[in-house]
């Protein structure tokens, strides 16, 4: 949050400046902030006071007019200070319930994102749950046919997963039932993670001839962890095209896109707006992954019994609704939380 003392005066000006800019998207002049403000000053104090909030860099006047517009800093002291945030409106809260309504979690998650389009016309994000760290319990290998294997991984919360592998040279049932035997002793109790790190450590003192098929083996523990590694779903992004001061931005909006497509940027600001509590305000380029300072983005952590598993959010404008995009967000993530926790 930023550390400005601004006088009440200045800060209805502001707070009159950003919320008129946000809702038309025109600059503001000192005659409208005069009749919106319910300030009872003359034009002349309206126009040092927009002189004196232009000086310390929260609002700025475009060439193009004599009117002024919030600056990133603007925005920020706005949302941190001045917002006045609205009820979630009934249809809006109802049409997320509806939408969260599945015992499928991978519908939640898809149905979340699309929930945040629809209802803020930007883009919608989640981070899905992190897969859970379950021990070991059994390993087993069966031959289908001379170089090809079935790894039979079981967990103890009961889960199995099989895989099947390919080996450069065929094993007997002792060499399979030695391997195995060597997992059950050695692992049991141990997550996939740690097996995998342990096993990295081992391979080099293991029997030769064991090497290949341990490494195999390590790979289908790999490939369980794949299915299920963290990833951003993300619905309405081409809403953004239809944003005047995204759109515009043409260079800029390309590098958006590609975010979008390689989310590994995204998935870093979503992991670390997990850590905090409550909604994140990320304006401009203050989040250090967003390309442009005309986009914003508002979070919000999501739980499932009791534990933070994940973020969603909305990427938009950063001339957007924060006091009704900030319920949606929040609200979308407490029914995605009592959901997730059913």
């Not at 603007?74 to 997320?96: H, M």
């Not at 390993?139 to 889960?159: C, P, R």
């Not at 896109?257 to 870093?268: A, G, V």
């Amino acid at each position: 949050m930023l550390n400005f003392s601004l006088d009440k005066r200045a800060q209805i000006l502001l707070k009159t400046l950003v919320e008129h800019y946000i809702s038309d998207g025109q600059p503001i002049g000192s005659r409208t902030l005069l009749q919106h403000s319910g300030l009872d000053v003359s034009p002349a104090t309206i126009r040092n006071v927009m002189s004196d909030l232009e000086q310390l860099g929260f609002i700025t006047s475009p060439h193009t007019s004599a009117g002024r517009i919030p600056t990133q800093k603007g925005y920020r002291l706005f949302v941190d200070s001045l917002l006045t945030v609205k009820p979630l409106e009934n249809n809006a809260f109802q049409q997320l319930k509806d939408g969260l309504n599945s015992p499928n979690q991978t519908a939640l998650i898809s149905n979340a994102a699309d929930m945040l389009s629809q209802l803020t016309q930007f883009a919608g994000v989640v981070l899905t749950p992190k897969r859970k760290r379950v021990a070991f319990k059994h390993l087993e290998f069966l031959a289908l046919s001379e170089k090809k294997l079935l790894v039979i991984i079981v967990t103890q919360d009961g889960n199995v997963q099989n895989r099947v592998i390919v080996t450069e040279k065929p094993y007997t049932a002792s060499d399979l039932t030695q391997a195995s035997n060597y997992f059950n002793a050695h692992y049991q109790g141990f997550t996939l993670e740690e097996v995998q790190q342990k096993l990295h450590a081992e391979l080099k003192q293991m029997q030769t001839e064991m090497n290949q098929l341990m490494t195999a083996a390590l790979e289908a523990t790999h490939l369980d962890g794949d299915e299920n590694k963290d990833a951003v779903v993300i619905a309405g992004e081409r809403n953004l095209l239809q944003v005047d001061e995204l759109s515009t931005n043409v260079t800029s909006l390309r590098k958006l896109f590609e975010i979008f497509e390689r989310r590994t940027s995204l998935m870093q600001l979503l992991d670390n707006s997990q850590r905090a509590e409550g909604i994140q305000i990320f304006i401009g380029g203050e989040s250090g992954y967003l390309p442009l300072d005309e986009c914003s983005m508002v979070t919000a952590p999501y739980e499932a019994d009791g534990q933070v598993v994940g973020t969603l959010g909305v990427i938009g404008p950063t001339r957007m609704s924060y006091e009704r995009v900030i319920p949606i967000v929040d609200v979308t993530a407490k029914l995605l939380s009592n959901a997730l926790s059913s």
